[in-house]
Nanobody, 126 residues
Framework: QVQLVESGGGLVQAGGSLRLSCAVS??????YAWFRQPPGKEREFVAA?????????????DYADSVKGRFTISRDNIKNMVFLQMNSLKPEDTAVYYC????????????????WGQGTQVTVSS
């Protein structure tokens, strides 16, 4: 049975940092991503990571424009975990953050991910 369990959310002041973790059990996947759902809004893409076919880099990465330069996605294949380091947080980053997994290539398309965690709340105060 596949499970994705997020942790690390909480309340932080603007300018602060948080590190989200996603523990994956049951199987491994090619591509992992983080999405978020702000209050009263649709779930939106944040970041994704997928193995590279190039010998020069290990992973392809993709970020939403709103988080580029502030957030970093990473993965630990031995522990089967995915991380999202969030720096310079802003009040508009407040949302429930979800970990997602799938076997397509690098994508920000929500419908192309097969498994989802239950979400973790991130609240950034001004």
């Amino acid at each position: 049975q596949v499970q994705l369990v997020e942790s690390g959310g909480g309340l932080v002041q603007a300018g602060g940092s948080l590190r989200l973790s996603c523990a994956v059990s049951g199987r491994t996947f090619r591509t992992y991503a983080w999405f978020r759902q702000p209050p009263g809004k649709e779930r939106e893409f944040v970041a994704a990571i997928s193995p590279s076919s190039s010998g020069l880099i290990s992973y392809y990465l993709d970020y939403a424009d709103s988080v580029k330069g502030r957030f970093t996605i990473s993965r630990d294949n031995i522990k089967n975990m995915v991380f999202l380091q969030m720096n310079s947080l802003k009040p508009e980053d407040t949302a429930v953050y979800y970990c997602a997994a799938g076997n397509r290539g690098l994508t920000g398309a929500r419908d192309l991910y097969d498994y989802w965690g239950q979400g973790t709340q991130v609240t950034v105060s001004s």
